[in-house]
């Protein structure tokens, strides 16, 4: 069965190592997975005043959540949290009220930092709010991911290999969640 995983990288700087890691990502899918990106740089600020009629960059993403099989976020840590902008596509994504996009959606969540413990914090609180959308969080492995100068390569290759293999057996895990929940779904 082939699925298809919508990567969201919670980072909008032009050297992003999140949009790196995503790249190594992208290129380790095994077999039988696609993964697309599912980008958050066109959202406007999220507010309440648009629940009547949401403008078409929140459609689209709304919709893309939608079509894929699961959700992968990539994200830096930001003061211990999520960064503002990944909040705020979660948020386009939480409403309307009672049309989340993450209800029932297998999720994981990993990160990348230059520091040995980074995005354990950010990942914590993204759980969090994961939960509070009932989405189906993958659980292990967790991914704390320390991005060395030359970890990545400029077309995505992982120069480390056990680090490629963590990364492909993170990916490997989280497309045998997918088809778990399928197939709960099927005999619920
Ligand atoms: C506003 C801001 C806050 C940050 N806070 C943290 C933090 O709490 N923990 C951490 O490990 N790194 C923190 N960093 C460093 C980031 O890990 C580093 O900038 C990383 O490259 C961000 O990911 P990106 O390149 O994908 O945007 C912070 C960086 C910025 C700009």
Do not use: K
């Given at each position: 069965m082939t699925h298809r995983i919508g990567y969201i990288v919670g980072s909008i700087s032009s050297t992003s190592i999140n949009r790196r890691l995503a790249s190594a990502l992208v290129k380790l899918a095994p077999e039988g997975v696609e993964l697309v990106e599912i980008p958050i740089s066109g959202l406007g600020f999220y507010s309440p005043?648009?629940?009547?009629a949401y403008p078409p960059e929140a459609i689209a993403f709304k919709k893309a959540i939608d079509d894929v099989d699961g959700v992968l976020i990539v994200t830096p840590e930001y003061s211990r949290s999520i960064p503002g902008v990944l909040k705020n596509a979660l948020d386009w994504a939480a409403r309307p009220y009672g049309q989340g996009?993450?209800?029932g959606k297998p999720t994981a969540i990993i990160g990348g930092s230059?520091?040995?413990?980074?995005t354990a914090a950010a990942q914590q609180h993204l759980r969090a709010i994961l939960g509070h959308y009932n989405a189906v969080t993958m659980?292990?492995?967790?991914g704390f991911i320390q991005?060395?100068?030359?970890?990545?390569?400029?077309?995505?290759?992982?120069?480390v290999p056990s680090t490629a293999e963590f990364l492909a057996g993170f990916l490997q895990a989280f497309d045998l969640m997918i088809s778990r929940v399928e197939a709960a779904r099927r005999h619920a």
């Open positions: 005043d648009h629940d009547a996009s993450f209800n230059g520091g040995g413990v980074g659980g292990q492995p967790e991005i060395t100068p030359g970890l990545i390569a400029d077309d995505g290759t992982v120069t």
